[in-house]
Nanobody, 113 residues
Framework: QVQFVESGGGLVQPGGSLRLSCTAS???????MSWYRQAPGKERELVAVIGSIGGTTNYLDSVKGRFTISRDNVKNTVYLQMNNLKVEDTAMYYC???????WGQGTQVTVSS
């Protein structure tokens, strides 16, 4: 079963930055890609979406202006640049695109002083 593989998470202080990466062993260059997150005790929420060629992006209101989704179709990788992180951004982050691969293990982002 092919899964997405996320990386780049970690522990960071409020105001800090992290860059998440996501790849898979199958190509997703023709698919829109999304980043989701799930905090303890909360439902998974959609954070950002990018079109197949990267021209269209959409964001959760609470991350607009702080997070940037991008992709490199040559490397078959999608990124989430997260700046000015807040405590409420703490969650497990996943990338996903229906029909491409299964949910991966995610990468943990913890924002704490």
């Amino acid at each position: 079963q092919v899964q997405f593989v996320e990386s780049g998470g970690g522990l960071v202080q409020p105001g800090g930055s992290l860059r998440l990466s996501c790849t898979a062993s199958v190509s997703f260059r023709t698919n829109a890609m999304s980043w989701y997150r799930q905090a303890p005790g909360k439902e998974r929420e959609l954070v950002a979406v990018i079109g197949s060629i990267g021209g269209t992006t959409n964001y959760l209101d609470s991350v607009k202006g702080r997070f940037t989704i991008s992709r490199d179709n040559v490397k078959n990788t999608v990124y989430l640049q997260m700046n000015n992180l807040k405590v409420e951004d703490t969650a497990m982050y996943y990338c996903y695109s229906r029909g491409v691969a299964s949910w991966g293990q995610g990468t943990q982002v913890t924002v704490s002083s």
